[in-house]
């Protein structure tokens, strides 16, 4: 079956850095879009960043200190989160989807200290 496995998250102050990955197994990785979501407790998922085979999305909020990158070699999405923000806190999921299938991570804490 379909997993997608994130990691990476953790506690940083404001200004830091985190790399988040998220490894995929299951699926023919190479053909699909992945993406990366957060959510914070009483709040609705957001979309923070997407790639497809050629191209990458952002969220205005994240653009300029995020870059989403995948490695189909090793079925791994990054996104890499610099300049963090105590705004950016929530949990960060990954998103895998091709046509109507879509599947989720767990998701992993990222909380940033002012």
């Known amino acids: 079956q379909v997993q997608l496995v994130e990691s990476g998250g953790g506690l940083v102050q404001a200004g830091g850095s985190l790399r988040l990955s998220c490894a995929a197994s299951?699926?023919?990785?190479?053909?699909?879009?992945m993406g990366w979501f957060r959510q914070v407790p009483g709040k609705e998922r957001e979309f923070v960043a997407a790639?497809?085979?050629?191209?990458?999305s952002y969220a205005d909020s994240v653009k300029g200190r995020f870059t989403i990158s995948r490695d189909n070699a090793k079925k791994t999405v990054y996104l890499q989160m610099n300049s963090l923000k105590p705004e950016d806190t929530a949990v960060y999921y990954c998103?895998?989807?091709?046509?109507?299938?879509?599947?989720w991570g767990q998701g992993t804490q990222v909380t940033v200290s002012s």
């Open positions: 299951g699926l023919t990785f190479s053909t699909y879009n």
């Open positions: 998103r895998g989807s091709l046509g109507p299938a879509s599947y």
């Open positions: 790639i497809s085979w050629n191209a990458a």
